[in-house]
């Protein structure tokens, strides 16, 4: 036994010189005394092949068929010598006499057999107390990749290692005994686990490294967020909120994770959970409000017990300022998440009206239309990478991290196929006929299936593999494949068998492709910060557009071809004119990458999905954000719009696609303009809008779609009215101006001067037979609508008039001016009749009721006055708005009142009551005026912000809408998007 120990000895000693020589012993036949050699003298006898498989097994040699790498001694894998010493040491457990076998060699299972072992003996030879803090240092040597499929050994400094350990005397203990072992290698103030192997081969490590694995990947992202929030000089947008924050914290102070923190990642959760703590801090304030709310009641009630018959009204009326209460506050809490939750907020909006009819549920529940989304689509098991529509927009692909792509009927969201693929699927695409869709795929090549059948048309060459996205020439032959050693491959799919071309350039990989609608042109842009295009005819490059600061995630060619848009990591997207190849805007605002980029198809808008988990959309002529869509509660990977421009589909990180609508009940002229009033005409088919940009622009309202912009004006158009037949139009502006327009034929009728300034408001007589005007010349001035002449000038203002309008019956002319005043003229005589003051601020509009016996006056002072027209004297004064108050319209009803102003907000006001009935929100800057449509169903608000924005005043059509929404949203998706809200998912909807 000696003997054999001996020989052990000296064949470890022989074996542990190969590992030195880098494993060279294998390389000729003379070195393998080395090995053999210490072994026969020791009278130990090795089987051929056992040392070729050892050292192969160890890292030491190529498998067989391979080309041999010629290791030199810089070269011999890390930790190989201890595998070499476990698999001796198992191997000569198992000999055959004084013979170490191949078959003794492979029962020990192998090196992985033998380390395995080891470790397990090394383990159990540890105190129950040692073997949890074994597992402790384990776990901090062990890197697992963002997918949380791959761990691999880390390199920590042992001195940081320890200071993170309670105790850290027994850690170093426990710590010696497996690097006496040669399982774990320390060198200075270093330590790794010595190979790769014992991540694999040892069960218990491994099931460790499975049952860890969410903390483990928790851990490192959290390293990288606070590492980017100090490059970010501790930016407070950069710092975890909400779910995210809730995961650390549950895994910092539930699972042990505290203990692993370094200082900047301390600092980081602590500078997390303090803004968390701020933003709490106002929903907590309600919440005592609401207790002390509830505390009142109670007092209530105690009194109404021994009040009698007093008591059971006491507690009627407390019960229902508890549902007045709880509808403001749900109304509110709707209002606030309209911006990032759409889900939400419309449930709340529906729990608030279905607590109380308060005005401002109504307001709530009625806002709901300003938001654009439509739908939300779940059922993958990963981000969506990738969505696209088909040509016909009956289709739409949408493509996840889970290798699958769906494909659902946009009329009804139902998934007609799903198809799958090995690895991510990162890029989609339809042919230009809609009959083939192609997709790309991580562990495969790029797939062309059918439509129709869903079958697999085409399976291009394995060098596609690993492509990270696809375009489809829109001439129909070719198909564009990024691809993964960062060339782009066009491929020639009309034929029977692929045949394809390699274009280079780009020095990293290309993440992004793009065709010119003509099919000659192709943009690609990847990691090397440029966008390239390239003649796809002669099949070379055309041009580098450089610009951008960090990798390029997307492009898109506009509809004309002659621009292209790319976003990327810098944050910023990029217009391009092909025709120069310089960059023609830079649009920011996205405060995390921008994954993908879109044009809508009649080229006036760019489409941005960003990693800041919102969609934005920015007019191309004057590079201004358009709208702000949040809805995902992760990043935006993907974006798409349909081929008529009505609808929009964002793919999320968040493994959902949501559906938003680009046409709603808005309208948005492009470019961008401000919208200073808008006019229904008298049939309500027509909508006239008096813009900035020196236009008119007549809207048809049933298709959102401008029918005409009457140009003429040489400076911005404030007022626009129609006749009461509605043939003619008139528009007034700064150019000092009234100008008439043929309704019909589009054509300029005629232009009225005599304003020595700026106009602000014309209106017609009821008969059509006048038309009166307002200035900044302090006068009122009265026309011959047929004749095109001026009939009085109406003196009498101190300060510009602002706004002119008739009674009902035509005797009457109402102006308000800057002079604080509204006065009334006689129309028969042009004589002034009253003047009705009050106000403290200038007075910017006025409204006669339907019935002719109430006159409305908007303010600067805040404020909204009814005056009673016969006695003309003050009735009452309407409060609510933060700021001036500029637009003003009755109801064709007259139960209505509308008034619009600079808080952003449009007021509808109840008449019998003079009280609030509801406030709508929406636009996103000064709304200037508001006008009722002639069956007062839809009320039209022009802003500031460029667009008109339509509101369905029917309250049974938004529940109807929102309670199918309701029933729609599962059990998961309302844990994810609507956690801890008060929801109710009765099957009842809510009533108007």
């Known amino acids: 036994?000696?003997?054999?120990?001996?020989?052990?000895?000296?064949?470890?000693?022989?074996?542990?010189?190969?590992?030195?020589?880098?494993?060279?012993?294998?390389?000729?036949?003379?070195?393998?005394?080395?090995?053999?050699?210490?072994?026969?003298?020791?009278?130990?006898?090795?089987?051929?092949?056992?040392?070729?498989?050892?050292?192969?097994?160890?890292?030491?040699?190529?498998?067989?068929?391979?080309?041999?790498?010629?290791?030199?001694?810089?070269?011999?894998?890390?930790?190989?010598?201890?595998?070499?010493?476990?698999?001796l040491l198992a191997t000569w457990q198992q000999r055959e006499g004084t013979t170490l076998t191949v078959a003794g060699y492979e029962r020990t299972g192998g090196i992985r057999g033998a380390i395995a072992r080891t470790a397990e003996t090394v383990f159990a030879q540890l105190y129950p107390a040692e073997q949890k803090t074994i597992r402790r240092v384990l776990s901090r040597l062990v890197h697992v990749s963002d997918e949380g499929t791959v761990a691999t050994r880390r390199?920590?400094?042992?001195?940081?290692?320890?200071?993170?350990?309670?105790?850290?005397?027994?850690?170093?203990?426990?710590?010696?005994?497996?690097?006496?072992?040669?399982?774990?290698?320390?060198?200075?103030?270093?330590?790794?686990?010595?190979?790769?192997?014992?991540?694999?081969?040892?069960?218990?490590?491994?099931?460790?490294?499975?049952?860890?694995?969410?903390?483990?990947?928790?851990?490192?992202?959290?390293?990288?967020?606070?590492?980017?929030?100090?490059?970010?000089?501790?930016?407070?947008?950069?710092?975890?909120?909400?779910?995210?924050?809730?995961?650390?914290?549950?895994?910092?102070?539930?699972?042990?994770?505290?203990?692993r923190l370094g200082p900047r990642e301390e600092a980081f959760l602590k500078a997390s959970q303090a803004e968390e703590d701020a933003r709490q801090h106002l929903a907590r304030r309600q919440i005592r409000f609401r207790q002390a709310l509830f505390a009142i009641l109670a007092v209530l009630l105690g009194l109404a017990v021994t009040a009698g018959g007093l008591a059971y009204q006491q507690r009627a009326s407390a019960l229902d300022q508890e549902r007045v209460a709880r509808s403001q506050a749900l109304a509110v809490q709707s209002t606030s998440l309209s911006g990032s939750q759409p889900e939400a907020s419309m449930l709340l909006a529906e729990e608030a009206y279905r607590a109380d009819h308060t005005p401002e549920a109504r307001g709530a529940l009625l806002?709901?239309?300003?938001?654009?989304?439509?739908?939300?689509?779940?059922?993958?098991?990963?981000?969506?990478?990738?969505?696209?529509?088909?040509?016909?927009?009956?289709?739409?692909?949408?493509?996840?991290?889970?290798?699958?792509?769906?494909?659902?009927?946009?009329?009804?969201?139902?998934?007609?196929?799903?198809?799958?693929?090995?690895?991510?699927?990162?890029?989609?695409?339809?042919?230009?006929?809609?009959?083939?869709?192609?997709?790309?795929?991580?562990?495969?090549?790029?797939?062309?299936?059918?439509?129709?059948?869903?079958?697999?048309?085409?399976?291009?060459?394995?060098?596609?593999?690993?492509?990270?996205?696809?375009?489809?020439?829109?001439?129909?032959?070719?198909?564009?494949?990024?691809?993964?050693?960062?060339?782009?491959?066009?491929?020639?799919i009309a034929g029977d068998k692929p045949t394809g071309v390699r274009l280079a350039g780009h020095t990293g990989r290309v993440n992004t492709l793009a065709y010119a609608p003509d099919g000659r042109t192709l943009a690609s842009g990847g990691s090397d910060r440029t966008v390239r295009l390239w003649d796809t005819e002669r099949e070379r490059s055309l041009a580098v557009l450089k610009g951008h600061t960090d990798e390029v995630l997307g492009v898109a060619f506009s509809p004309d071809g002659r621009s292209v848009a790319s976003g990327g990591v810098d944050r910023t997207?990029?217009?391009?004119?092909?025709?120069?190849?310089?960059?023609?805007?830079?649009?920011?605002?996205?405060?995390?990458?921008?994954?993908?980029?879109?044009?809508?198809?009649?080229?006036?808008?760019?489409?941005?999905?960003?990693?800041d988990g919102t969609t934005r959309l920015w007019d191309v002529r004057t590079g201004r954000p358009a709208a702000i869509l949040a809805g995902h509660t992760d990043y935006v990977m993907s974006v798409a719009v349909n081929s008529t421009g009505t609808t929009l589909a964002t793919g999320g990180f968040d493994q959902s696609v949501v559906l938003w609508d680009l046409r709603g009940p808005v309208l948005t002229a492009r470019p961008f303009t401000e919208v200073s009033q808008a006019a229904y005409s008298p049939d309500g088919t027509l909508l006239a809008t008096a813009d900035a940009d020196h236009t008119v622009r007549l809207w048809e309202v049933a298709r959102h779609r401008v029918v005409t912009t009457f140009r003429g004006h040489r400076e911005s158009v404030f007022s626009v009215a129609f006749s009461p037949d509605g043939r003619t139009l008139a528009s007034a502006g700064s150019d000092g101006t009234i100008r008439l327009w043929d309704v019909r034929s589009h054509r300029a009728l005629a232009t009225l001067t005599g304003h020595t300034g700026d106009v602000f408001s014309v209106a017609f007589a009821p008969d059509g037979r006048t038309l009166a005007s307002a200035g900044a010349d302090r006068t009122v001035r009265v026309w011959d609508a047929h004749g095109h002449r001026q009939l009085a000038v109406l003196n009498g203002h101190l300060d510009s008039a602002n706004d002119v309008t008739y009674s009902p019956d035509g005797r009457t002319l109402a102006s308000a001016g800057d002079d604080l005043t509204i006065r009334l003229w006689n129309t028969a005589t042009h004589r002034p009749l009253a003047t009705l003051t009050g106000h403290t601020g200038a007075v910017r509009g006025v409204a006669f009721s339907p019935d002719g016996r109430t006159l409305a006056s908007s303010s600067n002072d805040?404020?909204?006055?009814?005056?009673?027209?016969?006695?003309?004297?003050?009735?009452?004064?309407?409060?609510?708005?933060?700021?001036?108050?500029?637009?003003?319209?009755?109801?064709?009803?007259?139960?209505?009142?509308?008034?619009?102003?600079?808080?952003?907000?449009?007021?509808?006001?109840?008449?019998?009551g003079r009280r609030p009935w509801a406030t709508l929100t929406g636009h996103t800057n000064a709304v200037w005026g508001v006008a009722f449509a002639p069956d007062g169903r839809t009320l039209a608000s022009g802003s500031n912000d460029g667009t008109v924005r339509l509101w369905d005043l029917d309250l049974g059509d938004r529940l109807t809408r929102i309670c199918r929404l309701r029933k729609a949203i599962g059990p998961q998706e309302r844990k994810t998007l609507m956690p801890g809200l008060p929801v109710s998912f009765t099957p009842a909807c809510a009533k108007p």
């Open 1 to 87: 036994m000696r003997k054999m120990m001996s020989a052990f000895a000296a064949l470890a000693t022989a074996a542990t010189a190969v590992v030195a020589m880098g494993g060279a012993a294998q390389a000729a036949p003379a070195s393998n005394s080395t090995v053999y050699g210490p072994a026969e003298l020791a009278g130990v006898t090795l089987e051929p092949g056992l040392v070729p498989l050892l050292l192969r097994d160890a890292g030491l040699r190529d498998e067989p068929g391979t080309v041999d790498r010629s290791n030199t001694p810089d070269d011999t894998p890390s930790g190989a010598l201890p595998l070499v010493s476990h698999a």
């Open 155 to 259: 390199r920590a400094s042992r001195s940081a290692l320890m200071e993170q350990l309670a105790d850290a005397d027994a850690a170093s203990a426990a710590l010696d005994v497996f690097v006496r072992a040669r399982l774990i290698t320390v060198d200075r103030d270093t330590v790794e686990i010595t190979h790769e192997a014992l991540l694999h081969a040892w069960p218990r490590l491994r099931d460790w490294i499975h049952a860890d694995r969410a903390g483990l990947l928790i851990h490192q992202q959290l390293a990288h967020a606070a590492a980017e929030w100090e490059r970010e000089d501790r930016d407070p947008s950069a710092l975890y909120r909400g779910t995210r924050l809730d995961t650390v914290r549950a895994w910092a102070d539930e699972l042990d994770g505290r203990s």
């Open 367 to 492: 806002s709901t239309q300003a938001q654009a989304f439509t739908a939300r689509l779940v059922g993958h098991h990963g981000p969506v990478n990738a969505v696209a529509f088909a040509p016909n927009g009956k289709l739409l692909a949408t493509a996840g991290a889970s290798g699958t792509v769906q494909l659902r009927r946009t009329s009804d969201h139902r998934t007609t196929a799903t198809l799958t693929l090995p690895g991510r699927v990162r890029s989609v695409g339809f042919s230009p006929d809609g009959a083939a869709l192609a997709a790309t795929s991580s562990d495969g090549p790029v797939r062309i299936w059918g439509t129709a059948d869903h079958r697999v048309r085409t399976l291009l060459p394995a060098s596609t593999t690993g492509a990270r996205a696809l375009a489809f020439d829109p001439r129909g032959r070719t198909l564009a494949v990024a691809g993964d050693d960062g060339t782009v491959q066009l491929w020639d």
């Open 573 to 611: 997207v990029r217009l391009w004119d092909v025709a120069s190849d310089r960059s023609t805007a830079t649009l920011t605002g996205h405060s995390d990458d921008i994954n993908a980029v879109a044009y809508t198809p009649d080229g006036s808008t760019v489409v941005s999905a960003g990693g």
């Open 862 to 912: 805040g404020t909204v006055r009814l005056w009673d027209v016969r006695h003309r004297r003050f009735e009452a004064s309407l409060t609510g708005h933060t700021g001036s108050v500029r637009g003003i319209a009755f109801s064709p009803d007259g139960h209505l009142l509308a008034s619009s102003g600079s808080d952003r907000t449009v007021r509808l006001w109840d008449m019998a």
